[in-house]
């Protein structure tokens, strides 16, 4: 498989290419409890070892602001408005208060966000041959959203590829490949292993940035579904990027999230979508280091499918 794909990059995968890869992954990740999935890879001796991580104690985000204005990739924006005292209403004695509410659609092309495992519904299932009727209009009994209630630490790795093709960004419809992401660890100068949190740069913030927006829905980068063999091998706890992680159009037959179905089906990985690394590809640039103390604190929701995230990097 060629290493750098592009339009012509890796063939597509027929259905039973894709079910045969299923299979493979299935077996290689890491077998934690049965509602965590790879989240058992991250033990208190890697917390540890992951806040060694830490030297300068600066900090930087790993989230997009949250939008709230419509866009071509992004028609069902947040909803925010201020629900209590505001101009034209502010009392010129006495207390107030100022108050907001807040509605979003989690799981859409725009915003930073975490995908339980309970997200990911194939062939009648949910990871780990949970029965998808624990969906219900009340929330999921299994494998939700609160299975991360205690936060997700340990040590972050950032893969960035666009850096190694030295290009700004990958083009919509791109893929990265397994090969590829073994390549930008030689040329970052580290290893990623068991229980890290592993975050792969595909540049679709800076392209948005320059470029504007376009419907990710349809046309953006991502990881080639192949790729998530290295993934099973490095036996890794969590997997973010900048895109949605899947590419559009998808690669393969009849399945149109192919990575999302490996990644939170078969191998248990709660996924990170449409994160921003454009503030944090300096800091490691400036310390020519590549990994560092991640700390995820997802929203307490009982039963969700997912939540805005705000991941921090602590140098």
């Known amino acids: 498989m060629a290493a750098h794909a592009g339009s012509s990059g890796p063939a597509r ?3 039973a290419e894709f079910g045969a890869l299923y299979q493979r ?3 290689q990740a890491p077998q934690g409890a049965a509602d ?3 989240l058992d890879t991250i033990t208190a001796a890697q917390v540890l070892a992951a806040v060694a991580e830490v030297r300068s104690g600066r900090t930087v985000t790993l989230a997009a602001p949250v939008e709230t204005r419509p866009g071509p990739h992004d028609p069902d924006p947040a909803e925010h408005r201020m629900t209590g005292a505001v101009a034209g209403a502010i009392a010129p004695r006495g207390l107030q208060f100022a108050t907001d509410r807040f509605a979003m659609n989690v799981h859409g092309d725009a915003d930073s966000h975490l995908d339980a495992l309970c997200h990911v519904i194939y062939d009648g299932t949910l990871h780990n041959g949970v029965p998808a009727n624990s969906l219900t209009a009340a929330g999921a009994s299994a494998l939700s959203l609160d299975v991360t209630r205690d936060g997700i630490v340990g040590r972050g790795v950032l893969l960035d590829i666009p850096r190694l093709r030295g290009v700004r960004w990958l083009d919509p419809g791109d893929h990265v490949t397994g090969d590829e992401l073994e390549a930008a660890e030689a040329a970052q100068h580290l290893q990623v292993t068991r ?7 595909v540049g679709h913030r800076r392209r948005h940035r ?13 990881l080639h579904p192949t790729a998530m063999e290295f ?5 890794v706890a ?3 990027s900048d895109g949605n992680n899947d590419t559009a159009p998808s690669s393969t037959q009849g399945v149109d999230f192919p990575v999302h179905v490996l990644a939170v089906h078969a191998m248990g990985l709660h996924l990170l979508d449409y994160l921003q690394f454009e503030d944090l590809v300096p800091l490691c640039e400036e ?13 307490r929701l009982p039963g969700a499918t997912g939540a805005p995230v705000n991941p921090i990097a602590i140098f």
Do not use: M, N, Y
């Open 13 to 15: 995968l027929s259905s």
């Open 25 to 27: 992954v299935r077996r």
């Open 36 to 38: 965590r999935g790879a």
């Open 195 to 201: 229980g890290d949190l592993l975050f792969v740069r």
């Open 210 to 222: 320059e470029l504007g927006a376009w419907d990710a829905a349809v046309a953006r980068a991502g």
């Open 231 to 235: 993934l099973a091998r490095r036996q």
């Open 238 to 240: 969590v997997l973010g």
């Open 287 to 299: 310390a020519d280091r590549w990994s560092f103390l991640c700390v995820i604190a997802p929203l």
